[in-house]
């Protein structure tokens, strides 16, 4: 199924030349709850291809697809709302210094996104994701780079979509699909190609990252690449419900076979007899899970090898020994370490570094300069978490949420972070190399990403967009001389 060189520019020039067709809000807020309704309508034959490709199982995957379709609704609302067009308009005054001139701004659709579709999530950040959402709302014609493990669902998926295109009056070629490794490279040099979101790995995406600045005319490239997602236990919430966390942490890090971008991988614990409570609890829940299939056995023998290497460090044990439960499938498990051994450069750097599975690497602390240490060594990351005291009393508390935040576009206090919510307020990003820019790939201001601003001056009227209009007859929300309408 892999596309040729001429299939991909023909993919592309058709996106390009009916990007016109979505220049009215209204007609694309109607396509994106028309998709949302067409997938839901698909859902049983959606979800049976999802699971004969990925294995995630019906609940899952029914939780995943009225997500993608609650995203696409959320969309259309941002659509209808109309303030991510970030409107301002100054009148012309010539008593400031310096005068000013007749100045009104807004955002524009950049143009073509290319959207790289996901192993494990093949709804929510594939085909159907809220990549393609978000490029959609911008005004953006969509091409999408199908994810080999599950080319059946990206087919089905992309029927819905453009099936949902035409029922809006679009064409179309709004949204197409393409197959291929090397169908991935030759999209993001496409010069017709004006942005790019990506969710993998380190290295693809650096890859595509690097092409994508390479260009004769480098475009924006949002990807989402890797993430430790670290969390910090004090020692007096460990003293608190050190049973209740390490349960907590069991569940959140074998969610979904450990496959989530938002898993639990590295801990500070506290060291002594809180900390070996926690570490008891924590054994318990996952000596609870089942053995589990990974999407394909790349992963699976991608983690095996990484369990085994970081397991073989010297000070590394592994109270429960992750491994192969089958042929197809592999067991959970935890490492533990003394911190003491991550607070400087070292062969135990390995376990400062995502391994994607069921595992997760307890890194014992024994004061807090050593906390401080280790959280000065960490890479950028999607979160990260503070387990600290219910009782408002922790004196760790403020210094470290200080120390954290720094790390990750999300920061969470007494939670766990395998679940995102798609909510205005939501960031699902970071600091590199969890991602390669400052957005958002999840809620509402995901949008802003297939975007750029334009200001026109002293243009009259007639010749302006509808929306920088003086009367406002879409009545939308916007900035006039500096407050808001």
């Known amino acids: 199924m892999e596309a040729t060189a001429e299939e991909i520019d023909r993919a592309v020039r058709a996106a390009h030349a009916v990007r016109e067709s979505l220049a009215d809000r209204t007609v694309r807020a109607a ?35 009225a997500r993608t ?40 659709p950049l143009g073509v996104v ?21 490029a959609l709302a911008a005004g953006c014609p969509v091409v999408v780079k199908a994810h080999p493990d599950h080319p059946a669902t990206s087919e089905l ?21 393409v197959h291929g490794f090397d169908a991935g490279v030759e999209l993001i040099r496409h010069p017709l190609v004006a942005a790019a979101g990506f969710t993998g790995s380190v290295r693809g995406g650096r890859a595509l990252f690097d092409a994508a600045a390479a260009r004769p005319r480098p475009i924006p490239f949002h990807g989402e690449l890797g993430s ?28 979904g076979a450990g496959q989530f971008c938002t898993k639990p991988g590295f801990v500070l614990a506290p060291a002594g007899e809180t900390g070996d409570r926690l570490l008891e609890s924590l054994t318990a829940a996952v000596s609870d899970t089942e053995a589990a299939v990974l999407l394909d ?4 023998d991608a983690f095996l090898a990484g369990v085994r290497t970081r397991a073989e460090l010297p000070g590394v044990q592994a109270p429960v020994t992750p491994g192969a ?46 906390v401080t ?13 503070l387990q600290t005291a219910t009782d408002g009393a922790d004196a760790d508390a403020p210094g470290l949420l200080a120390a954290l935040t720094p790390l990750a576009g999300r920061v969470l206090v007494n939670g766990w972070p395998t679940g995102v919510a798609v909510a205005p307020a939501q960031h699902h990003g970071g600091p590199y190399p969890a991602s390669t820019s400052t957005s958002t790939s999840v809620g509402a201001t995901a949008i802003e990403r297939w975007l750029r601003p334009v200001s026109y001056q002293t243009t009259p009227e007639a010749l302006l967009p509808p929306e920088l209009r003086e009367d406002n007859p879409q009545g939308l929300p916007r900035r006039v001389d500096g407050r808001r309408a």
């Open 31 to 65: 396509f994106l709850r028309i998709a949302a309704d067409l997938l839901t309508e698909a859902g049983e034959h959606v979800i049976e291809a999802a699971d004969a490709e990925t294995a995630l199982g019906p609940a899952r995957l029914t939780g995943e697809l």
């Open 325 to 370: 439960g089958g042929d197809h499938t592999v067991s959970a498990g935890f490492l533990t370490v003394p911190a003491q051994l991550l607070t400087a450069e070292g062969p135990h750097d390995e376990l400062l570094e995502e391994c994607f599975g069921p595992v997760t690497v307890v890194a014992r602390y024994t004061s807090h300069d050593e």
């Open 373 to 385: 240490a280790v959280l000065s060594r960490l890479p950028g990351n999607l979160t990260a978490t």
């Open 228 to 255: 430790l997602n670290p969390v910090v236990v004090t020692g007096a919430a460990a003293a608190e419900r050190a049973e209740e966390i390490g349960a907590g942490l069991g569940g959140s890090m074998t969610m």
């Open 69 to 108: 379709a609650a995203q696409l609704r959320a969309f259309a609302e941002v659509v209808d709302e109309g303030a991510y067009l970030d409107i301002h308009i100054d009148h012309a005054d010539a008593t400031r210094t310096p005068p000013w001139p007749d100045l009104r701004r807004y955002k524009i």
């Open 114 to 134: 290319a959207v790289y579709a996901a192993s494990n999530f093949p709804l929510a950040f594939s085909v159907p994701g809220g990549d393609t959402a978000s």
């Open 157 to 177: 998926c992309a029927s819905v979509l453009r099936r949902a295109a035409v029922k809006a009056g679009l064409p179309e070629d709004v949204m197409t699909l």
């Open 297 to 300: 056995h790349r992963m699976r």
